[in-house]
């Protein structure tokens, strides 16, 4: 079992700057690739990015490519997220997820584990 609490989530303005954390406890942080969704209200859950368990390979969604990034600390057993030039579309609930593959994925169903959500809120 993996728990997951994200946090950082905020009211910014179009072109901020805003850092989400994910704080993972429960089995081995190390053996879980991490990604990040978001959902808008009366919208689909969205892929944002992911990172693999090595922390060598990311992936990420097209509408935050150069802008966002993921990275992690294993010390820490905390995936961040990094979100720049910030935009109101970016506004969401943004979530974390744990997956037990190597590599991640950009698709929910292959997660095994969530986090409550943190909600952002980017205003023009």
């Known amino acids: 079992q993996v728990q997951l609490v994200e946090s950082g989530g905020g009211l910014v303005q179009a072109g901020g700057s805003l850092r989400l954390s994910c704080a993972a406890s429960g089995r081995a942080f190390r053996a879980y690739s991490m990604g990040w969704f978001r959902q808008a209200p009366g919208k689909e859950r969205e892929f944002v990015a992911v990172?693999?368990?090595?922390?060598?390979?990311?992936t990420y969604g097209d509408s935050v490519k150069g802008r966002f990034t993921i990275y992690r600390d294993n010390a820490k057993n905390t995936v961040y997220l990094q979100m720049n030039s910030l935009k109101p579309e970016d506004t969401a609930v943004y979530y974390c997820a744990a997956d037990a593959s190597p590599f991640g994925s950009n698709l929910n169903k292959d997660y095994d584990y969530w986090g409550q959500g943190t909600q952002v809120t980017v205003s023009s």
């Open positions: 990172l693999s368990r090595s922390g060598g390979a990311t």
